[in-house]
């Protein structure tokens, strides 16, 4: 800590903050304060998440659901953007008949007819509180590049483990 530029007025600024950034970037997870965590530190990467595509049928959303054990998960496009998300309660509701499962609606309906698109992204930049905010009423948030491209998701448990060892932490 003691070779960080002091943080003063004027030119001196900008120096100061730069050499934070570099030795916030060197430390390690277990390291960093709340407040230096960024959303990239805690994310699952897309390629641990499990996601339907948009042309997908119902029939393999459910299915991708079920096997996963997951209640929801995110939806992309042919080129990896995301585009929104689907959950079991979804898919269950539209096959929901007045007298039966109308299970046929599962092959005949795409993902895309049904799906949430109005779901709340974060980017890797973002901190640790825009995370903390949003989970609190998801249990996943999506996590986009500038594009649009799927870069993972940020779940409730990471950011809830994160809080449990801050609280030990500062009991010490
Ligand atoms: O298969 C599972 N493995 C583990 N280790 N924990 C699981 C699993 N399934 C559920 N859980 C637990 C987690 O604590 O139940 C919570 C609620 O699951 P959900 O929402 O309702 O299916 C899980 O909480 P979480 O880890 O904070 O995850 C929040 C939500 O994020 C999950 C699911 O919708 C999504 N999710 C998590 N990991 C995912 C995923 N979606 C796709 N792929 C993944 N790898």
């Avoid at 390629?47 to 995110?74: D, F, I, M, R």
């Avoid at 039966?100 to 092959?107: A, D, G, K, P, V």
């Avoid at 949003?134 to 948030?141: G, L, R």
């Amino acid at each position: 800590m003691s070779n960080i530029t002091p943080f003063v007025y004027g030119s001196f600024i900008l120096p100061g903050v730069i050499e934070k950034e570099r030795l916030v970037m060197s430390m390690t997870r277990e390291e960093k304060q709340l407040t230096d965590i960024l959303v990239d530190d805690l994310m699952i990467p897309a390629e641990k998440v499990a996601h339907v595509q948009l042309n997908n049928p119902l029939e393999h959303a459910l299915l991708v659901l079920v096997k996963s054990g997951y209640s929801a998960v995110p939806v992309l496009d042919q080129d990896y953007k995301l585009v929104g998300m689907i959950g079991k309660t979804i898919i269950l509701d539209q096959i929901l008949g007045l007298e039966r499962f109308e299970t046929e609606i599962l092959s005949n309906k795409q993902v895309k007819e049904v799906m949430r698109d109005d779901i709340h992204i974060l980017t890797r930049k973002d901190n640790f509180l825009s995370g903390l905010k949003a989970v609190i009423n998801s249990p996943f948030i999506c996590v986009a590049d500038e594009e649009g491209v799927f870069d993972g998701i940020l779940t409730r448990r990471a950011i809830l483990k994160e809080l449990q060892k801050d609280l030990y932490r500062s009991k010490k």
